[in-house]
């Protein structure tokens, strides 16, 4: 038979002999039933909110599932982020490496262009140094030599003979080529230093 507190109150005894008192079975079933429908309510009170909590520990169980996956994928995301700044940061590190190479072999390169530029100058500047300082020695002793030379001494009244014009001519000749040769290797000397350049 199922307990209720309704079927507790309408429980009927029947008499006996040398029986329990009735009035006070009565009280007794009386505290009974309301006891029993309190604890009653109460069960379905705390069923209830047993069905709310499993409600809400299921919510929170999903949230936190959720919560979860979330992180995982921004772990991953940010795993992966970082692993393309490395590759990012070492991809230009590279390139950085490639172009300081780059302009030091440039630098080196230009450097020894100036170098040979500036040793191809020298050696024109003493090979010029060195055809005009023959070219003038060999100047000063043309000189030197038609200064020993002195003219016949002649009458106030007559007239001077002619200079001979194969000695005359000789010696303009001898000069002109001479300056000639000096002009030609200093020009020939600069050619030669600019085509290297």
């Known amino acids: 038979m199922e307990l209720s507190a309704r079927a507790i109150h309408e429980k009927k005894f029947h008499d006996s002999w040398r029986g329990y008192n009735q009035a006070e079975v009565d009280g007794f079933l009386d505290v009974l039933a309301e006891a029993f429908e309190r604890a009653q309510r109460e069960n379905h009170s705390l069923v209830e909110r047993m069905r ?90 043309a000189l030197d030599a038609l200064t020993e030379v002195r003219p016949p001494r002649f009458g106030s009244g007559g007239p001077r003979p002619p200079a001979s014009p194969a000695r005359s001519s000789t010696g303009r000749g001898h000069d002109a080529r001479m300056s000639r040769e000096a002009n030609e290797g200093v020009s020939e000397g600069a050619e030669t230093t600019f085509r290297k350049a």
């Open 52 to 141: 709310v909590l499993d409600g809400e520990i299921l919510e929170r169980r999903e949230s936190e599932e959720m919560l979860k996956r979330t992180l995982l994928t921004a772990q991953r995301a940010a795993e992966d982020a970082i692993a393309r700044a490395k590759a990012k940061a070492q991809e230009l590190m590279a390139e950085a490496e490639a172009r300081v190479k780059k302009a030091e072999a440039d630098a080196r390169d230009r450097s020894r262009e100036v170098d040979e530029r500036i040793e191809g100058l020298r050696q024109f500047e003493r090979a010029a140094k060195t055809r005009l300082r023959t070219f003038f020695q060999q100047q000063l002793r």
